[in-house]
Structures are given as structure tokens and as C-alpha cells.
């Protein structure tokens, strides 16, 4: 039995001595996906001056524009959600990546239709359906290292696979400012385009299930299935009977409950919406996530204009912070898990990190009352790794989710953060627009930092998983 090898040293060591680590690459695959699926949401911040330049665009246009994204994307959370749930994270995902890659690759045309008019219009459709396709991916992010990660290794993949925003700004900001300067922005587009499109086919090439991928050994299987993952993912019963000698009844059970999902999403979505803790959680993922727009869109502007970089040095300075917001990302869930290992409750594990890293990013507002450059790119520098620590919300849905609506759940949280991915860029638009600084927008960013803190010590009790009625 699984327990009586565990419950010897030694059998253990042999054990995860021979335990293969698939779970490592299929990681690594989202950890990809998810830097190329955050550099082509950035696209339009680095290339956004030079086609200001070419188009005449102005601060209020380009909010609007910045914003339609998450118009699309917070409006087909659900949706995706009940897709993931129904078809699975493999045949779901792969679409998408193919579906955002295409849209990407089209903005570089919109130079074509010559008046202002046409390409704020087209720039905006084709951002707006990208966000529609790009709307499962984080969802199926956390369904992908539910069903693969144990529970002491979650907060380390989550905080892996969400660290992959900071990672595209460190290695495809500065790329992509290059590519604009030395061929034009539409080569942008191209080039991230063409790269997803080929990670599509990777994705299908080499994603499966636990329970059914062929690198997985026996002991692999039962590591992760003895720790809480739901190794049969989006299998069918019937498929999963194959495998029950290795996955066990408790993984059936995790599958057997996708279907509610699919015939009861209207009475789970009222279930999850009058939770408290997961209510503290979606308005403290609004409030990470201004912040995550604000470097996503405004914040290459704003070197550029507020403290007259030029394209090329706004690109590569903005990769300071990204690196600082990547080592502070993984370290996050490095410490979280580590808490858990050492015998702490899981809810101090996920707060600790959370509450201690949004509070260290509230120093944004410093840049306010600074002067010299590089006391700006410190403060941003430190925020952003503030940030990274407590971006830990991926992780707390997979602490959270129910079993059989962790598609559904994850898109509720995805819809809820981003918002910010319609406020922000609008909001930050309008003050430029009418002050002529960034000081407005900065103090924005940073009273949201404060909130993250207030709503996880104050509004989020207990983290558990949610049991459905």
C-alpha cells in the first residue's frame, strides 16, 4: 500500500529516486506559453509610441485601445471556464494559443488602411478578440498544475507559471524595443505571431493527463495522486477505468465530478460568488492586477514621456523590474511551500507572502517624489518584486477550487482580476490626459497595493477548499 512505503525513510528515498519528473516539463511548457502569452499582451506598450508617432493617437485613444483587451478577456472568463470544464485543458488550450497567435500576427497589417480612424478601429477589434482568445489560458493554467502538482509543490508551480509575466518583460521587451527601432513596429507583431503559432502545435504535441501520459511512472502517478492532484484531469470514466490500478478510486472521484460543472454552472457560480474568503480573494486579485496593467501598458509610456527615454532605453530599462518581479514571483512560492513543509497552516503559508509582498509594492508612489532616474527604476524595482511575492492568487484557486468546477473557478477569479485590465489603462489615460503627469497614476497604483493587504487580513478568513452543496 502507498502508505506503508511512505511511512519508511528509506522506502521513500528509493521511491522518489525512481520517480520520473514529467510534471517538471509540462511546467516548463506552461511556463513558455504563459511568457509568450504576457510579451503579446505587452506588444502594444512598446510599439505604442512609435504608432502614436505614425497615427496620431492620443493618451485617451490609447487607454481605450490598451483597454480592449480585457474588455474581450474578462467577458469570456466564464465561458472558457464551462469550456475547460467540458473539453479539457489540452484541445481547449491549444486552440486558443493558435487563435491569439493569429490575431497578434494580423495587427501588424492595420499600416494598410491609412486614416487614424480605420486603425484605432481595427487596432481595437483585433486586441479585443485576442483577449477572447487568450481567455482560457490562466484557467487552464491552474487546471493543468491541479492535476499535475501535489499540494506542496502548488505554490512553487503557480508562482512558476505566473512568473512567466515578469519573464517576458525581461527577455521580450527589450526584443521587441530593438525590433521597432531597427525595423518598425509591425515586425513586432510578425515575429510573436509566427512564435505562437508553432507553440500551438508543440502544446498538443506533448500535453497530456497524469493518469494517461506515457513518461509517467507508477510512482510519479502516486506521488501526485497521494498529494491531491486530480491525475485523470478532463479523462472520461470510462478512459480513466484503464488506468485505476494506478491512479486509485480518489482520482476517479476527482473526475467523476466534471460533469456537474457542464449541468450546474448557474447554481456553482452562485455558490462560489457568496463565498467570503474566495470574494477577499477575487478583489484582492483586481487589485494585484492594476498594478500588473499599469506595467503591461502605461509603464514604457511613461519612461518615455514622464522621463524622456527613448524607445530603446525605455525597453530595456522596464526589463530591471521584470527581473526583479520574476525572482520575487518565484520566491513567493518558493517561501509559501516552504511554510506548508515546515508545519505551517496553509493559510498563513498563502498570506504571509501575499500580505508582506503587496505592502513592499505601495513604495510605487515614492517615484512621485524622486528625481534621478535610477531612484525611479529602484522603487518600480522593488514594487514589481513586492508584487511578484504576493501574486500568489493562482495558487490560492488551487488550494480553493472545488473538484469538479476548477475550470469554472478559476475563470470567476480570471474574470474578476482583470477588470483592472479595463480600468486601469482608461483610468491612468484620463489623468494623464487631463494633469499632464503620471503622479495620479502612480498614487492610483499604489492605494491598490494597500487594498490587496486590507482584503486578505481583513475579509479573507480561512484558506480551504470549498466544498459545493
Request: charged share 10%.
Amino acid at each position: 500500500m502507498p502508505l506503508s512505503r511512505t511511512a519508511n525513510p528509506a522506502a521513500s528515498a528509493a521511491d522518489a529516486a525512481s520517480r520520473t519528473k514529467v510534471r517538471y516539463v509540462i511546467l516548463a511548457l506552461i511556463f513558455v506559453i504563459t511568457t509568450l502569452n504576457y510579451a503579446d499582451r505587452a506588444t502594444l506598450s512598446v510599439t505604442g509610441s512609435a504608432m502614436r508617432a505614425e497615427f496620431g493617437f492620443d493618451a485617451i485613444r490609447m487607454g481605450y485601445i490598451f483597454s480592449a483587451f480585457s474588455w474581450a478577456y474578462v467577458l469570456s472568463q466564464l465561458p472558457a471556464g464551462w469550456i475547460l470544464d467540458r473539453f479539457g485543458a489540452r484541445r481547449v488550450y491549444a486552440t486558443s494559443i493558435f487563435l491569439w497567435s493569429l490575431f497578434t500576427l494580423l495587427q501588424s497589417a492595420i499600416g494598410v488602411l491609412g486614416s487614424t480612424a480605420a486603425a484605432v478601429a481595427a487596432l481595437f477589434a483585433l486586441r479585443f478578440v485576442m483577449g477572447a482568445a487568450e481567455a482560457p489560458a490562466f484557467p487552464a493554467n491552474a487546471k493543468v498544475v491541479a492535476s499535475w502538482f501535489p499540494t506542496q509543490e502548488r505554490g512553487t508551480a503557480s508562482a512558476i507559471f505566473n512568473s512567466a509575466q515578469y519573464f517576458a518583460a525581461v527577455v521580450f521587451t527589450p526584443l521587441m524595443a530593438w525590433v521597432t527601432h531597427a525595423y518598425g513596429w509591425h515586425h513586432v507583431y510578425l515575429m510573436m505571431g509566427v512564435a505562437g503559432l508553432l507553440l500551438a502545435f508543440v502544446w498538443l504535441k506533448v500535453m497530456k493527463n497524469p493518469a494517461n501520459h506515457p513518461g509517467v511512472n507508477p510512482q510519479e502517478l502516486e506521488y501526485i495522486e497521494q498529494g491531491g492532484g486530480l491525475v485523470n484531469g478532463h479523462l472520461r470514466k470510462s478512459r480513466a477505468a484503464g488506468h485505476a490500478g494506478q491512479a486509485g478510486q480518489a482520482g476517479q472521484a476527482g473526475q467523476a465530478g466534471q460533469t456537474p460543472a457542464a449541468g450546474n454552472g448557474w447554481r456553482i457560480m452562485r455558490q462560489l460568488l457568496s463565498n467570503r474568503m474566495l470574494l477577499g480573494v477575487y478583489l484582492a486579485q483586481y487589485c494585484i492586477n492594476v498594478i500588473t496593467y499599469f506595467f503591461l501598458t502605461w509603464f514604457p509610456i511613461y519612461l518615455v514621456q514622464a522621463r524622456g527615454m527613448t524607445i530603446l532605453q525605455a525597453g530595456l530599462v522596464a526589463s530591471l523590474p521584470a527581473v526583479c518581479g520574476f525572482l520575487g514571483g518565484v520566491l513567493g512560492g518558493v517561501i509559501s511551500d516552504s511554510l506548508i513543509r515546515a508545519g505551517c497552516s496553509l493559510t498563513l503559508a498563502r498570506k504571509a507572502p501575499i500580505v508582506g509582498g503587496m505592502a513592499l509594492s505601495a513604495c510605487i508612489v515614492g517615484c512621485n517624489y524622486v528625481q534621478s532616474d535610477w531612484l525611479v527604476v529602484l522603487l518600480m524595482s522593488l514594487a514589481f518584486f513586492g508584487k511578484g511575492i504576493g501574486a500568489l492568487g493562482w495558487a490560492v484557486v488551487a488550494d480553493t477550487a472545488p473538484k469538479e468546477a476548477i475550470g469554472l473557478s478559476g475563470s470567476i477569479f480570471n474574470m474578476f482580476g482583470n477588470v483592472a485590465g479595463i480600468v486601469t489603462p482608461i483610468v491612468i489615460g484620463y489623468l494623464v490626459a487631463k494633469t499632464g503627469s503620471f503622479d495620479g497614476a502612480l498614487a492610483f497604483v499604489g492605494v491598490n497595493a494597500v487594498i490587496t493587504v486590507i482584503s486578505y487580513l481583513v475579509i479573507v478568513k480561512e484558506i480551504k477548499r470549498v466544498e459545493l452543496v
